[in-house]
C-alpha cells in the first residue's frame, strides 16, 4: 500500500464519485453543502475585494461556488488538493474566474510563500491527518491574518482508523482476510481523528504563541439538508438527535478560528 505522511494513497485518489458529487456542486447542480454555507457566514464581515483566501482539500472547487454565490466580492481564491485530477476538474469549471486558481499540494507542503493569503480554511482534512503539526506549521506560515479549521474536536483526543477491504470500498484491493497484517496493523485505511481542545490550542500556541484561538461549534447546518437521501456520498453524514454521525461515528465538529 503505497502511503504520503502514513496516509494510504489510494483513499482519496481513486474516489472519483466523491469529486464528481464536488464538480456538480461546483457547478450548482446539485445542493451546497452545509459547512460551506456555514464558512460563508463566518468570513462574510472578514473578506474583502483585495482578499486573498486559500482552501486547503478543494477537491473541485464547490466552496468556491457558494462564496461566489453568498458573498459578492471578487476576492481571490486558491485551491489546493494532494490530487492532480480534482485540480484539473477545478481548473475546467473555474477557467472563466479569473479571481481563483487551483495547485496540486499537501498540506504538510504548501508550495506558496510566507504570508501569501489573509485567510485560509480547512474543512474535514485534518481529521484524516495523523499528525497535525506540520500542516498547522504550513498554515501558520502562509497566512496573513485568519485561519478556520473544521474539524472534529472533544475534551479528549482519540485516534480512529476506518479499515478498507475491497467486499465495501471498491478503491481497496485487500481481501477480508488481510485487513490487518501480521502485527495486527491495518493494511489500508483511512484516519477519522478526533482532538482535544486543550492539544489542539497547544499545538497552535507551540507555533504561534501570540494566535488568539476560538472553538464554535458547528450548529450551522439544517438537518434536513444532511438528511438528503439524494446525498452521494460514499458514506454520507446523517443528524440524529441533534449529532452529526458518520457511519457508526458520532462527529463532533467544531470551527477552530485562529487569529494570527
Known sequence: MEKIYNQCLNVSEKNFKY???????????????????????????????????????????HFLFSFRKRLNKKFYYFGLDPFSHPIKAAKKIWKNDPNSDFKVGWAQKIPCKNKSFDFLICSNVITHIPSIIKPIKEFIRVTKKKIILRTPIHDKSYRIQMVHNKKWWKYSNIEPINEFDKKGNPRSFEYYDVHSKDYMSSVIKSINKKSKIKFVKDTFFQKKNINNKKERKNIPTKVINGMQITDLLIVPNYFVIIEL
Open 19 to 61: 469529486l464528481n458529487l464536488s464538480k456538480q456542486r461546483a457547478k450548482g447542480k446539485v445542493p451546497e453543502m452545509e459547512v460551506a454555507k456555514a464558512y460563508s457566514k463566518l468570513l462574510k464581515d472578514s473578506l474583502n475585494q483585495n482578499s486573498k483566501l486559500i482552501d486547503i482539500g478543494c477537491l473541485g472547487g
